[in-house]
């Protein structure tokens, strides 16, 4: 493609217009106006014809894959290949998404002579999490006489893979385990002679009749004590659900300072970054860690591993997992993780049970599960959620109906807090500000109470 560029629109300005009005004021000066006219427009189309072929032998490559962080800046890197012979002055475009913003979306660049590669990079900060695809990359570089502009659109494959922000919450979490006069979440000692079997040794004086291997004593015909250690690699997995309650915004959009992107954070945005970031928490303490997905059903399943390899399955699991428009099925799920899982293991539920009628269906799922599991369910406090003489006084008849309606959301919570945990089902509800914080003390209480 050929377009003019804005020195041919300046000729044509200075040159050939004034000659036209010339020859229209003195027409002994037109066949001279009209020769000079004719000239320059044969210099342009001269150019634009031995200019068509500029861009023959430029070729830009991208990666494959580029990982990048919501919210916070990264960059693209791009090689191009030309012939070498001559300098050249290249334009690079991409077509971005709408949903990852960037200022070099066009860059400026000068291919040396002499040097058949070069790089650039172009920066972008995505504000959305996901998996995009970039299939086109646009070249321009102006002609021998700089009046026209010589196009191309080369075909490209880079696919940008948008994850969570965990550096922004890690760094929210890590204030959280600072030893402050006794104030945050602590590393607690295991106490107790644990569940899981070590060994036999011979018996010793003070040793419970509850601990005598009975078969071991009259094989040997002496007593024989069993010894127990504190289980050190449980299954731990983090159920998501993605259901239309979790597309509801959890707070005000953020507004990276670096850029004027807003940040919109959804409730689903808040428990797949605390997902992962709970991962890293029961990695270090020697579990292994599994995730699942679900809304009408499951989505993903990653079983209970460690490693980083295991944790990069995670992510990719929920890289791509967004908010869809229906109902959750916790029977569906119910009856998945009944199949799929054997082994005893801590089930950890973030979902949103405000619905009366989807707390009454998870309340009757979790009765079947509780009998192998142990299962803790959180969900993002209702701002709305207050008691009803709570807070200062209200201010008009109206903001008496929004707390009398608050009240009723939070009572109906806290009787199915209460019926949960007569189930033995622990329900809390998380500030959305401290989620993963909240969510690894649960944890580590589970682990020092030895409840698994």
Not at 198 to 224: C, F, M, Q, S
Request: charged share 25%; net charge positive; with cysteine.
């Amino acid at each position: 493609m050929i377009a003019p560029r804005s020195r041919l629109l300046m000729w044509v300005a200075l040159l050939v217009l004034p000659l036209a009005a010339v020859a229209g004021v003195a027409p002994s000066l037109r066949p001279l106006a009209g020769s000079v006219i004719a000239l320059a427009l044969l210099a342009a189309a001269a150019d634009a014809w031995l200019s068509r072929h500029a861009l023959r032998g430029v070729f830009v490559a991208l990666p494959e894959l580029v990982r990048l962080s919501r919210g916070r800046k990264g960059s693209i890197t791009l090689r191009i290949t030309h012939d070498g012979h001559r300098e050249r002055r290249l334009r690079v475009g991409l077509a971005f998404p709408k949903e990852v913003e960037s200022s070099d979306e066009d860059t400026w660049t000068r291919l040396p002579a002499g040097v058949p590669v070069c790089g650039i990079s172009c920066g972008c900060i995505p504000a959305k999490r996901g998996s995009y695809l970039l299939d086109t990359c646009y070249l321009e570089t102006p002609s021998r006489l700089g009046l026209w502009a010589i196009r191309r659109a080369a075909p490209a494959r880079c696919e940008l893979r948008v994850y969570p922000d965990l550096i922004r919450e890690g760094k929210r979490v890590a204030a959280q385990f600072l030893n402050r006069e006794g104030v945050g979440v602590h590393r607690q000692r295991q106490v107790g002679r644990g569940r899981e079997f070590e060994k036999l040794r011979d018996y010793a004086p003070g040793d419970d009749y509850n601990e005598i291997h009975w078969k071991a004593t009259a094989k040997r015909g002496r007593p024989v004590t069993k010894v127990f250690q504190v289980e050190r690699t449980q299954e731990v997995y983090v159920i998501v659900d993605a259901s239309r309650l979790t597309a509801r915004p959890a707070a005000p959009a953020i507004r990276n300072p670096k850029s004027e992107i807003l940040l919109p954070d959804t409730i689903l945005e808040r428990f797949v970054t605390a997902s992962l970031l709970f991962g890293l928490a029961a990695e270090r303490q020697g579990d292994l860690f599994g995730l699942v997905t679900f809304s009408d059903r499951v989505h993903g399943f990653v079983r209970a591993k460690n490693g980083k390899a295991h944790y990069g399955t995670c992510q990719e699991t929920l890289c791509n997992l967004h908010p869809r428009l229906v109902t959750p099925d916790f029977d569906e799920l119910c009856a998945f993780l009944r199949l799929r899982l054997r082994r005893r293991a801590l089930l950890v539920f973030l979902t949103e049970l405000d619905d009366p009628v989807l707390a009454e269906t998870f309340q009757r799922a979790m009765s079947v599960l509780r009998h192998q599991h142990l299962i803790l369910a959180g969900m993002l406090a209702p701002a709305e959620a207050k008691p009803l003489f709570s807070g200062s006084e209200p201010a008009s008849v109206d903001e008496i109906y929004e707390r009398l309606g608050g009240h009723l959301i939070w009572h109906g919570l806290r009787e199915l807090e209460g019926a949960l945990g007569r189930q033995g089902v622990r329900l809390t509800l998380l500030d959305p500000d401290h989620l993963t914080a909240q969510l690894t003390s649960l944890y580590l209480n589970v682990k020092q109470r030895q409840l698994l």
